[in-house]
């Protein structure tokens, strides 16, 4: 499996501002996706990134909080915008290995703290 | 739509004792499912995946784990925990469709005790 890293590993951040996350893949890939883990839950998908697409949004959460940029098939970003308490989480990034198995590798996670 | 439900948001055993967490999905496909192992500040490492091939599917560290149809489960089990098993394990199940999302189970975390 290709190697999938993540920028920064954690941060802590005032409320009202934003933060962008980086995915770095190692190899081309067709989709990436970013998921939510909140304090002590599962993971959330958030969106799914296709280069050369708009990001693909699941319920409840929206471009403007969450945009997300593609702009190649080896990176994406995600921003977490205007920052509460409540978007304290651990955020991940994963790609889907393409072929009969349809696996997700996941990158080792952004920790981040909202004060 | 796929679904999957983890039994016991906490297992705890012993150390070289049998570990069985349980995962039950609901799919209206014959589905793909997967482990996946989170330890403590890391991201999810893939554990092992039932992709229709053989029903019993071996992954890494010893780990295990049992397709059964008629039972609508895919239990994770190992032989023998060790310590260093202690972590937090996402059963998961894939949407079957063009969108390849994958659907969590709620995690169960392997306590392991000396």
């Known amino acids: 499996s290709a190697v999938i890293s993540q920028k920064p590993s954690r941060d802590i951040c005032q409320r009202g501002t934003s933060l962008t996350i980086q995915c770095q893949v190692d190899?081309?890939?067709?989709?990436m996706f970013w998921y939510r883990q909140q304090p002590g839950q599962s993971l959330t998908l958030i969106a799914t990134a296709n280069q050369g697409s708009e990001a693909t949004y699941e319920s409840g959460f929206v471009i403007d909080k969450f945009p997300i940029s593609r702009p190649n098939l080896t990176f994406s970003t995600l921003t977490v915008s205007n920052m509460s308490p409540e978007d304290s989480s651990i955020y991940l990034c994963?790609?889907?290995?393409?072929?009969?198995?349809?696996?997700?590798?996941f990158g080792p996670g952004t920790r981040l703290t909202v004060l | 739509a796929q679904s999957v439900t983890q039994l016991g948001s906490h297992v705890s055993v012993s150390e070289g004792a049998l570990v069985l967490l349980r995962c039950n999905y609901s799919?209206?496909?014959?589905?793909?499912l997967f482990w996946y192992v989170q330890y403590p500040n890391q991201g999810l490492q893939l554990l092992l995946k039932y992709t229709s091939a053989a029903t019993l599917v071996k992954g890494i560290n010893d780990f295990e784990a049992e397709f059964k149809k008629s039972e609508t489960s895919f239990h994770l089990t190992k032989p023998s925990a060790h310590m260093s098993d202690a972590a937090e394990y996402f059963c998961?199940?894939?949407?079957?469709?063009?969108?390849?999302?994958?659907?969590f189970g709620s995690g169960t975390r392997l306590l392991v005790r000396p």
């Open positions: 799919s209206s496909v014959p589905p793909y």
């Open positions: 998961a199940v894939s949407s079957m469709d063009s969108s390849y999302k994958l659907i």
């Open positions: 190899s081309q890939v067709t989709m």
């Open positions: 994963s790609y889907r290995r393409e072929g009969l198995t349809d696996t997700q590798y």
